[in-house]
T-cell receptor
Framework: NAGVTQTPKFQVLKTGQSMTLQCAQDMNHEYMSWYRQDPGMGLRLIHYSVGAGITDQGEVPNGYNVSRSTTEDFPLRLLSAAPSQTSVYFC????????????FGSGTRLTVV | AQSVAQPEDQVNVAEGNPLTVKCTYSVSGNPYLFWYVQYPNRGLQFLLKYITGDNLVKGSYGFEAEFNKSQTSFHLKKPSALVSDSALYFCAVRGPAMNTGFQKLVFGTGTRLLVSP
């Protein structure tokens, strides 16, 4: 039972480059989210999805795109990387809209230079 | 707006002593509260949640949390700390419904727990 799998674990980008962070879950969860974790700020929601084909913005969506073509996959795209996007990114999935907890991936540590 | 506060950046405790990690919340309506733990270079792991019912919630790894409505608190506790409990702990509350009905988790800033041998 793999849970939520994120790749890559580490990435260094130059300013202006683009890349895609991958997230896959094998639990058949409808709800998936992307958060970023910054020191002293907890986790902040970037984008989320309530099912295949349905995505919406979270608190800090600027500079990021998402799509959800299948239940399993929820990639996060950085369009033109900026140093402010240096962070640790977590993908999470959940089975219950409100009451359930999330299952998190192990994270991607991104540095933009 | 729903929010949680973790007033301590770090908590230090000796192994074998009881530990408490504090969390207070602000919500409209009934709170759904969670605790997560993050070990170094790992994702967050679910510890426990309070939805309704008994004010003392038991979770993983011997942790428990006490819901106190009058003090709007949800402190994490363990009777006897282990060195392996050293990690970053996050309190979270279910946020309001968004356009799609999705309800995100709103996280605190985290408390680092250091358990010394």
């Amino acid at each position: 039972n793999a849970g939520v799998t994120q790749t890559p674990k580490f990435q260094v980008l130059k300013t202006g480059q683009s890349m895609t962070l991958q997230c896959a879950q094998d639990m058949n969860h409808e709800y998936m989210s992307w958060y970023r974790q910054d020191p002293g700020m907890g986790l902040r929601l970037i984008h989320y999805s309530v099912g295949a084909g349905i995505t919406d913005q979270g608190e800090v969506p600027n500079g990021y795109n998402v799509s959800r073509s299948t239940t399993e996959d929820f990639p996060l795209r950085l369009l033109s990387a900026a140093p402010s996007q240096t962070s640790v990114y977590f993908c999470a999935s959940s089975y219950d809209l409100g009451a359930g907890g999330y299952t998190f991936g192990s994270g991607t540590r991104l540095t933009v230079v | 707006a729903q929010s949680v506060a973790q007033p301590e950046d770090q908590v230090n405790v000796a192994e074998g002593n009881p530990l408490t990690v504090k969390c207070t919340y602000s919500v409209s309506g009934n709170p759904y509260l969670f605790w997560y733990v993050q070990y170094p270079n790992r994702g967050l792991q679910f510890l426990l949640k309070y939805i309704t019912g008994d004010n003392l919630v038991k979770g993983s790894y011997g942790f428990e949390a006490e819901f106190n409505k009058s003090q709007t608190s949800f402190h994490l506790k363990k009777p006897s700390a282990l060195v392996s409990d050293s990690a970053l702990y996050f309190c979270a509350v279910r946020g309001p419904a968004m356009n799609t009905g999705f309800q995100k988790l709103v996280f605190g800033t985290g408390t680092r727990l250091l358990v010394s041998p």
